[in-house]
């Protein structure tokens, strides 16, 4: 009864995919609530997670010539009001200090949403010749952000994320490095966390406060909503022109430099959950799996039992992520308990195994289960894991496919989003008036306009206008 009951406590994502999630994100320990509202305690298990992100990500970035710093937490009001599109963008989210100790403040400070302002006034004193460039930085940090509906790892009013912010000397370098990083999130997302995104670019109604071009990439959660999952913003010199970012180019003249930004965040960990889990709970993907490989004994009071267990953990940590679960609870609950942990392979070794020589291995994400000679395990459990990766990946590749529609004119395009849930390709002609009709009417978001175009048709979906871009269209978390 009690093995029933763990599992039974996860409501099921048919019935109510929010409280499938919630459910999920606390009885697998990921967070828990705090008396902070809008922010959440990341436990070790959710903590585990974020370190492999970070680990992957940042050995990315260093591939690709990135260096880490640290900037201050906070932002000068005067600082921040020195780009009027990205402080009018930010300004509703944005917690202010008024007092340090039992003074007030000559200026507020505000608790950083995003440092852009905050880099490009590092840039100005930092850069001065074309020698110094390109500058090619990230750090990462948390940031504070006033939200008003909050859901753990979606959207907390405090999240950790990396934000890289870069100067060039020429726009040509600054759009190429813009393109370079959305291609390593793609990249990170697909391999890593097996993951598939559509890459592509935002719609002007859709960008970066303050920049000149957002890329996106953008991938479908297993309820066919759309999920933004990473971003990279070319800013042209304007925010160089704002900030005074000068420097002498080979020819002796001054010039300003060009700038982008990009970030991934704790919101990704959201995706992993919502893209692979099931109603057992969470199925992580074995490359970012804290603990790859969970050994169970059966019948562990028996002689020689936990031994064996800790015997093969001891052959196979040098390769694998593995632990051993001697607590005293039951086998079957230890199984329930894994399986809603989302541990890749499960490891099942009692008495009879012994004493024929080998044990059972069992799939988290198919159930299937195989038995291994213990000197085959090794070599089983890295094919297992990696037909696992891969699978996974093709698993959600076919959902997302499964779930994208085309629809050519408004009546079709409504009539998609009334009766299914995914992403919509239809035509656009450019103009911003027919996504807030799209918005309102249907409360609907372009999503990106993909690199890989195609014309479904010759018209703008909304007004019947000749249509400049094929948009992914989608409700969005």
């Not at 993907?285 to 002689?303: C, D, G, S």
Request: with cysteine; glycine share 6%.
């Amino acid at each position: 009864m009690a093995d029933k009951k763990l599992v039974e406590s996860i409501t099921s994502m048919d019935s109510d995919f929010a409280q499938w999630y919630t459910d999920v994100v606390k009885k697998a320990e990921l967070i828990d609530y705090t008396s902070v509202k809008g922010c959440m305690v990341i436990k070790p298990a959710g903590y585990a997670l974020w370190e492999n992100i970070q680990n992957n990500l940042d050995a990315m970035f260093k591939e690709n010539g990135v260096e880490n710093v640290y900037l201050p937490m906070f932002i000068p009001e005067s600082l921040l009001q020195k780009e009027k599109d990205h402080v009018e963008g930010f300004a509703p989210e944005v917690a202010w200090v008024t007092h340090g100790g039992l003074n007030e403040l000559q200026e507020r400070l505000c608790v950083r949403p995003t440092s852009e302002t905050l880099f490009c006034d590092f840039y100005k004193n930092d850069i001065h010749s074309y020698r110094d460039l390109p500058r090619v930085y990230n750090q990462w940090c948390s940031v504070v952000r006033w939200e008003k509906e909050t859901r753990p790892f979606l959207r907390s009013r405090e999240f950790l994320w990396q934000e890289g912010h870069t100067a060039h000397a020429s726009a040509d370098e600054a759009k190429e490095r813009t393109i370079q990083m959305l291609q390593v999130y793609a990249r990170f997302c697909e391999e890593v966390l097996a993951i598939p995104v559509i890459k592509g670019k935002k719609t002007d109604k859709e960008k970066f406060a303050g920049a000149e071009s957002t890329y996106t990439i953008e991938a479908l959660m297993h309820d066919g909503k759309a999920l933004q999952s990473g971003t990279s913003h070319n800013f042209g010199d304007g925010f160089a022109k704002a900030f005074g970012i000068q420097f002498a180019d080979k020819d002796n003249t001054l010039k300003h430099v060009h700038q982008t930004s990009w970030g991934m965040s704790t919101r990704i960990i959201g995706a992993i959950i919502m893209v692979h889990g099931d109603d057992s709970g969470l199925v992580l993907p074995p490359r970012i799996a804290p603990t790859q490989v969970m050994i169970i004994p059966i019948q562990q009071k028996k002689e020689g039992v936990l031994d064996k267990a800790y015997e093969l953990k001891e052959m196979l940590k040098g390769q694998l992520r593995v632990k051993v679960d001697d607590t005293d609870k039951s086998p079957g609950w230890k199984f329930s308990e894994q399986e809603m942990r989302g541990i890749p392979v499960r490891v099942e070794v009692g008495p009879k195994d012994i004493e024929a020589g080998k044990c059972v291995i069992c799939r988290r994400d198919t159930r299937e289960k195989v038995e291994v000679p213990f000197a085959e395990l090794e070599e089983k459990l890295q094919e297992v894991l990696d037909t696992m990766q891969r699978e996974m990946l093709e698993r959600a590749r076919q959902h997302r496919d499964a779930h994208t529609y085309t629809a050519s004119s408004m009546e079709e395009f409504e009539k998609i989003f009334e009766e299914k849930a995914g992403f919509v390709k239809a035509m656009w002609c450019g103009e911003q008036a027919c996504e807030d009709v799209i918005k309102e009417k249907l409360s609907v978001t372009s999503r990106c306009m993909p690199f890989e175009q195609e014309q479904i048709a010759d018209t703008c979906v909304c007004c019947g206008k000749p249509a400049k871009k094929m948009v992914y269209w989608g409700r969005a978390y």
